[in-house]
C-alpha cells in the first residue's frame, strides 16, 4: 500500500484537482507526471514514457510503455508524463491481488503455533495429573500423612516450566545475538524451521544483484579510448533522468573522468539523446538511432544481447565510436553465498521477471542449480509450492513486493533489509544488511539452536522423570526423607541449569 502516492492529480474538465487515490472512480482521467507512481491500475489514453516496473513485476530494466499499454499502480514513470485512464479500484487492483496472496499464505501456516499452544498446555495437565495419582495412591495405602507430604513435594519438585522455557529461553538468547550480526528474527517458528532448509530460493533483482544497471562493458573503436567514450556518452546524458543515463554518468564519475559541458539537449523516446559537447554532436542510443543514420552494429552486441545485456552505442557527428554493455550487476558477496550454501548441502534456485538470457547469464556467473525466468508475481508462490512438492523445505530471499507472495508461502521467508515493508511484512527473517551470505548465518544459527533446545529438552524431561517418581515414592520409600524445601532446591536448579 506504500507503493501508492498521497494524491491523486484528477482530470475535472479544463481543471486539474488533487484528490486522494481512494476517492478515484473507474473511467477518471489522472495525471502522472515525470517521476511520480500511478495512482490505480489504467490505461494510457496520451503519452509514452519509460516505467519502472521493478516493484511489481521483478523486471531490472525500465519498460516502454505507450498510447493503449495498461498500467499498474505503484509503478513510477521515470521520465515523461501520462494521462491514465482509470481501469480498476480498491480491491480489483493488482497490488491488492498481491496483498491478498500474502494474507491468504500467512493465515494457511497459522496451525503450527496453535500445535505449540496446545502442547503447552498438555504439559501443565501432565504435571498436575501426575500430583493427583501420587494423593490417590498414597490414600489408597492408608497412608494420609504421606498423601499429603508427597502430593506437595510432587508439585513442587515438578518443573514443567523447565520444559516451557527450554525453547523459547534459546530463541531468545539466539535472536539478540543474531540482531547483533545484523540479522532479525520476526518468527520463532521461522529459526526453528531454517536448521531444516534444502532449498534456498533467491529473488535476483535486489538480491543476488544490485537492482539498477550499471556499466558492465565499453567497446572503443575508430582510435578512441573507453575512458573517452565513457566521458562523451556521459556528459551528453547529464541532463537525462532515465535509469541508463544515470548509470552512464555514475560510471564516468566512478573513474572520475571529466565531463564537458552539453548543450542543445534533446530527447527521443526509444531512441536516444543527443547534445553537442565541446563543438561535437553526441548521440547515445540504442537501434533506432543506428537506424536513423544508416549504421550498424559493432560485432560485439550481438554476445553481449546474448547474454542479456542493454546496448548503447554511442555516436559522435554521426559516426560510430563505441558502445556501452549495460545490466544489472552482481552483487561480489553473491558468489560466495551460493558456494557456501552448496558447502551446506542446500539446493540454490533463482526466480526472476527477467528474460531467460537475463537470468541463465547471472546464474551461470554465480553457479546456481536452477532458475525460474519469466515468472510474473502472481506466478512466484507457486513456482514455491512447486519446489515444495518436490518435498523440499524451501527458503525464499527477497526484496520486492513482488516477492511477497513466495515469501509468505515458503516453510522461511527471509527479506533483504533494503527491501519493500510489505515483503518485510511478509517475512519471518529480515537480514538487515543486503548481502546474501547472512543467508548461510541463519542456517548455522538455528542448527545451532536446535542442538541447544535438544540439551535444554533432555535435561528437563530427565530431571522430571527421575524428579518425580522420587518424590512420589514409586521407587524408594524417601518421601519423608525427601522434604519439601529439597524439592524445591531441586526445581530452581533443573531451570537454571
Same mark, same amino acid.
Given at each position: @500500500? ?5 494524491? @491523486? ?32 491500475? /489504467? ?53 491488492? /491481488? ?16 496453535? &500445535? ?13 495429573? !501426575? ?15 504421606? #498423601? ?84 562523451? @556518452? ?5 541532463? !537525462? ?9 555514475? *560510471? ?17 523516446? *526509444? ?16 537501434? %533506432? ?22 546496448? &548503447?552505442?554511442?555516436?559522435?557527428? /554521426? ?53 525460474? *525466468? ?20 524451501? #527458503? ?53 539452536? %536446535? ?11 530427565? %530431571? ?17 526423607? &525427601? ?15
Amino acid at each position: @500500500a506504500a507503493l501508492l502516492p498521497d494524491e @491523486a492529480e484528477k482530470v475535472d474538465g479544463e481543471n486539474v484537482i488533487t484528490v486522494a487515490p481512494a476517492e478515484l472512480q473507474v473511467g477518471d482521467v489522472v495525471i502522472v507526471r515525470p517521476g511520480a507512481s500511478v495512482p490505480a491500475d /489504467g490505461k494510457i489514453i496520451d503519452g509514452s514514457a519509460s516505467m519502472d516496473e521493478s516493484m511489481v513485476t521483478g523486471e531490472s530494466q525500465a519498460v516502454r510503455r505507450d498510447t493503449g499499454d495498461h498500467v499498474v499502480a505503484g509503478t513510477v514513470a521515470t521520465d515523461s508524463g501520462l494521462r491514465v485512464e482509470v481501469t480498476a479500484i480498491g480491491q480489483d487492483t493488482a497490488l491488492a /491481488g498481491i496483498q491478498k496472496l500474502v494474507t491468504d499464505a500467512q493465515a494457511s501456516s497459522s496451525r503450527a503455533q496453535r &500445535l505449540a499452544d496446545a502442547a503447552a498446555g498438555w504439559l501443565f495437565w501432565f504435571a498436575l495429573a !501426575s500430583a493427583v495419582i501420587t494423593a490417590v495412591v498414597w490414600s489408597v495405602l492408608g497412608l494420609p500423612d504421606a #498423601a499429603v507430604v508427597r502430593t506437595v513435594t510432587v508439585l513442587v519438585i515438578a518443573c514443567p516450566h523447565a520444559l516451557g522455557l527450554a525453547i523459547p529461553l534459546v530463541v531468545s538468547i539466539a535472536t539478540e545475538r543474531a540482531a547483533r550480526g545484523g540479522v532479525l528474527i520476526k518468527d520463532r517458528i521461522a529459526l526453528e524451521s531454517m536448521r531444516t532448509v534444502d532449498a534456498v530460493l533467491f529473488d535476483k533483482t535486489g538480491t543476488l544483484t544490485k537492482g539498477e544497471p550499471t556499466i558492465t562493458g565499453i567497446k572503443a573503436i575508430d582510435g578512441h579510448t573507453e575512458n573517452e567514450v565513457l566521458a562523451l @556518452a556521459a556528459a551528453a546524458e547529464s541532463d !537525462s533522468e532515465h535509469p541508463l543515463a544515470r548509470a552512464v554518468v555514475g *560510471a564516468a564519475r566512478a573513474r572520475d573522468l571529466t565531463m564537458s559541458t552539453a548543450t542543445d539537449f534533446s530527447s527521443s523516446p *526509444a531512441v536516444g539523446v543527443r547534445a553537442t559537447v565541446g563543438g561535437t554532436v553526441v548521440e547515445v542510443g540504442g537501434p %533506432y538511432l543506428l537506424d536513423q543514420h544508416g549504421r550498424d552494429e559493432l560485432p560485439v552486441a550481438d554476445q553481449w544481447r546474448d547474454e542479456g545485456a542493454i546496448i &548503447l552505442h554511442v555516436l559522435a557527428d /554521426g559516426r560510430v565510436i563505441g558502445a556501452l554493455r549495460l545490466a544489472d550487476e552482481i552483487r561480489p558477496e553473491s558468489r560466495a553465498a551460493v558456494d557456501a550454501l552448496h558447502d551446506a548441502g542446500a539446493l540454490v534456485v533463482m526466480i526472476t521477471g527477467d528474460a531467460k538470457a537475463v537470468a541463465d547469464t547471472v546464474a551461470a556467473d554465480l553457479g546456481i542449480d536452477r532458475v525460474f *525466468a519469466g515468472v510474473r508475481p502472481e506466478d512466484k508462490a507457486a513456482k514455491v509450492a512447486e519446489l515444495q512438492s518436490e518435498g523440499k523445505k524451501v #527458503a525464499m530471499v527477497g526484496d520486492g513486493v513482488n516477492d511477497a507472495p513466495a515469501l509468505a508461502q515458503a516453510d522461511v521467508g527471509i527479506a533483504i533489509g533494503a527491501g519493500t515493508d510489505v515483503a518485510i511484512g511478509s517475512a519471518g527473517v529480515i537480514l538487515a544488511s543486503s548481502d546474501p551470505r547472512a543467508v548461510l548465518s541463519v542456517i548455522e544459527l538455528s542448527r545451532a539452536s %536446535y542442538r541447544k533446545m535438544k540439551q535444554n529438552l533432555w535435561w528437563a524431561a530427565g %530431571y522430571n522423570l527421575a524428579a518425580v517418581p522420587l518424590a512420589a515414592g514409586v521407587l524408594t520409600p524417601i518421601g519423608f526423607v &525427601l522434604p519439601m524445601s529439597v524439592g524445591a532446591i531441586l526445581m530452581s536448579a533443573s531451570t537454571v541449569v
